[in-house]
């Protein structure tokens, strides 16, 4: 496929254009400021301007959508609400236009209500059901993508995969789990989630499969949380007015991935226990249990 990568310097994008060119995709990457150790096809584009989507996106089969200024408190609520609205409208517009078959495009898990406060989600593991709380300009754009591909699907043959992406950690980033461990109340702000960027790139090939049409919204984390205890216990501890829905083993996700297996396919592959080790003491634990 030919595949324009918005985004395509940035903490995902570098992975996601390296998977794609692997894969045997002809992908340009697209930002606005080129990723020094690429050395694939680039362009520098402003995504602001609905011409410049246009230049891009003519002639290709398919768009990954990631740009944007990637979380709140970058630059002033106004500016960050602006950029990541307009170039998402501008991109969708423009990939309808061109009659592209499909855009995959990074929504948030911030759409869920992250950061949660004191009392926590309604329910847990938290998943596509639960009614979108943004917090922040931010996440507000990012549930107005959503709508927008919704719209834009419904009134044309383009299909539209939106990933509610979690917190994205590279293999270096795991170095700094082990801070988290001894109190639970640090990393509870998303439900103790993450994602790692591999999975990201894998979460994405699986969009552009053709398993789904029109327009779809996905949860996309790791398997496990960040932390050594079980989810139940950091759930009785700092949530305890949460409800939890169904059964949750051991250190599985709070945020559900339920809906990415069934319909994309997704299954992550990676998780941070590959990379750090646990307390030794978790690890007597797991050994006895295991004898």
């Known amino acids: 496929m030919r595949i324009v990568v918005t985004g395509g310097s940035g903490k995902a994008g570098r992975w996601?254009?390296?998977d794609l060119r692997e894969l045997g995709h002809d992908v340009l990457s697209v930002d606005l400021l080129?990723?020094?150790?690429?050395?694939?096809?680039s362009l520098i584009a402003d995504l602001t301007d609905l011409g410049q989507c246009h230049d891009l996106i003519g002639g290709v089969d398919a768009v990954v959508h990631l740009a944007a200024i990637p979380a709140w408190g970058i630059r002033p609520e106004g500016e960050t609400f602006r950029i990541n609205t307009l170039s998402t409208f501008n991109v969708f517009s423009a990939s309808v236009a061109h009659r592209l078959d499909r855009v995959?495009?990074?929504?948030?898990e911030t759409v869920l209500g992250v950061p949660f406060g004191p009392s926590g989600p309604a329910f847990a593991p938290v998943d596509e059901t639960s009614t979108p709380s943004p917090e922040s300009s931010y996440a507000l754009a990012k549930l107005l993508?959503?709508?927008?591909?919704?719209?834009?699907?419904?009134?044309?043959a383009t299909t539209f995969v939106g990933l509610r992406i979690s917190n994205i950690m590279e293999p270096a980033d795991y170095e700094a789990f082990p801070g988290y461990w001894a109190d639970a109340h640090l990393r509870a702000w998303n439900m103790w989630s993450y994602i790692d960027v591999?999975?990201?790139?894998?979460?994405?090939?699986?969009?552009l499969s053709d398993r789904v049409t029109g327009s779809e919204v996905c949860i996309i984390a790791a398997a496990d949380t960040v932390m050594t205890r079980p989810s139940m216990e950091l759930l009785a501890e700092v949530y305890p007015e949460t409800t939890v829905r169904g059964d949750i083993a051991g250190c599985e996700t709070l945020l559900s991935i339920?809906?990415?297996?069934?319909?994309?396919?997704?299954?992550?592959?990676?998780?941070?226990?590959?990379h750090v080790e646990s307390p030794p003491e978790r690890q007597t634990?797991?050994?006895?249990?295991?004898?």
Do not use: I, N
């Open 34 to 41: 080129r990723d020094s150790d690429d050395s694939g096809p």
């Open 16 to 18: 996601v254009v390296r």
């Open 258 to 274: 339920d809906r990415a297996r069934r319909v994309l396919g997704f299954e992550p592959k990676h998780r941070w226990r590959d």
């Open 285 to 291: 634990v797991e050994r006895l249990d295991g004898d």
């Open 145 to 156: 993508g959503e709508e927008m591909a919704r719209q834009f699907a419904r009134r044309s």
């Open 198 to 207: 591999r999975d990201v790139a894998g979460a994405v090939r699986c969009s």
């Open 104 to 108: 995959v495009y990074a929504s948030s």
